[in-house]
């Protein structure tokens, strides 16, 4: 029997997310001889450089290759000098969610042992959370949309009882193999049902959609409070679900409790098709230099391989999903590296020959 081959489009893109991609790349090639697994990577063009070479940034016969892979990785986008002629930046990730329906957006956190934590409380080690953001309406709906009058501009948020049912789901399956993994299993809706009547229509669906899942817990909040409550104790929250903007805006959030962009991996999954990427951008300012922390990156391949295997049946993937995380971890325990962005010397090289080395 031959070697089970996985295809992955990669779509490495601008400024760091060509640096951290290759470095991802290195540790997934040096994971599949583990995995007894072969990955076949193709990568394929798109972005704000290649908007300026071609006139796109994000072609057809890329999302092609997208749609025919078994999963996309993706690097950043976005450069601030480049411009589409009505003035907006080229963001081909919010292109490719709508284009491939990659409606949930799962950002897990968690603290590692070994990194300078942002949080002198003494519960600041036991973050394990993953906010699922809603990605293809909400606030952002309004993308592209927006009515500017004379001396007023508006932007719609909408909210669907279907886009809303799957996204709730998402987040109830995931709290359901969390549970089985031993973790709390409990889900916290976060809205702003005290304002918006948008809001109290997302809160019912997601009653609705609890209703099937009675063995998970669930919580309501509104955001501002999970705001305060995400730096006061966010060692008690399990899994959130929340709106496109304001999962756009917790994410951030939650990647500080732990240190910031560079240790944020993340995936946007649809019901057919899955795209992983580090949740920082392009970071023009240290491009080029060789200083990126790649780990966002490397996680993002890590949760490739166990999306991967839930959906292929092949534990052997969860199996070196869960070794490139005790790589990265033992690199940092043994203070093997410590990242630019946590005050270290660390460059993306040196990471990427520590995590291989515990490989
Ligand atoms: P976007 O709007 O696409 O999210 P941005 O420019 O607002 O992009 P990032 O590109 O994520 O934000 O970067 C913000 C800053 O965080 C960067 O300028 C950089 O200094 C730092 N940063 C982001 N990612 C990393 C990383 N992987 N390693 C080190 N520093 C990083």
Redesign the pocket.
């Known amino acids: 029997m031959g070697t089970t081959t996985y295809s992955v489009a990669v779509l490495p893109g601008d400024?760091?997310g060509r640096e951290?991609m290759a470095a991802a790349l290195v540790v997934l090639r040096a994971a599949q001889s583990r995995m007894g697994r072969e990955f076949r990577l193709a990568e394929h063009p798109a972005g704000a450089q290649h908007y300026l070479d071609s006139g796109e940034s994000l072609p057809e016969t890329t999302l092609d290759a997208c749609r025919a892979a078994d999963a996309i990785l993706f690097g950043?986008m976005?450069l601030?000098h480049v411009r589409k002629p009505d003035g907006t930046e080229i963001i081909p990730q919010l292109d490719i969610r709508f284009a491939l329906d990659l409606y949930a957006g799962v950002r897990p956190i968690r603290s590692w042992r070994g990194l300078p934590s942002p949080l002198s409380h003494a519960r600041g080690s036991d973050i394990d959370l993953v906010l699922v953001r809603e990605s293809t309406e909400g606030l952002f709906y309004a993308r592209g949309r927006g009515v500017v009058e004379a001396d007023a501009a508006y932007d719609t948020m909408k909210i669907t009882r279907a886009g809303t049912a799957r996204v709730c789901d998402f987040a109830f399956e995931l709290a359901r193999q969390r549970k089985a993994q031993g973790r709390p299993g409990h889900v916290t809706n976060v809205d702003k049902a005290n304002v918006f009547a948008s809001m109290a229509f997302w809160r019912q669906v997601f009653e609705d959609r609890a209703k099937g899942f009675p063995e998970i817990g669930t919580t309501h909040a509104y955001v501002d409070a999970m705001a305060l409550n995400l730096v006061m104790k966010p060692w008690e929250y399990d899994v959130l679900v929340t709106e496109n903007m304001f999962g756009d805006i917790l994410s951030d959030l939650i990647a500080a409790l732990v240190g910031?962009?560079?240790m944020a991996p993340s995936a946007d999954i649809g019901d057919r098709y899955a795209l992983f990427q580090?949740?920082?951008?392009?970071?023009?300012?240290?491009a080029g230099k060789g200083?990126?922390?790649?780990?966002?990156?490397i996680l993002s391949v890590a949760m490739m391989l166990d999306w991967l295997s839930v959906r292929h049946g092949d534990a052997a993937l969860a199996d070196g999903a869960r070794a490139i995380e005790r790589a990265l971890q033992g690199a940092f325990s043994d203070k093997a590296v410590l990242?630019?962005?946590f005050g270290g010397a660390s460059g993306t090289d040196d990471v990427v020959r520590a995590v291989v080395e515990r490989l």
């Open positions: 400024g760091i951290v950043a976005g601030p910031g962009m560079g580090p949740a920082h951008g392009t970071a023009p300012d240290i200083i990126a922390n790649p780990s966002a990156m990242p630019r962005d």
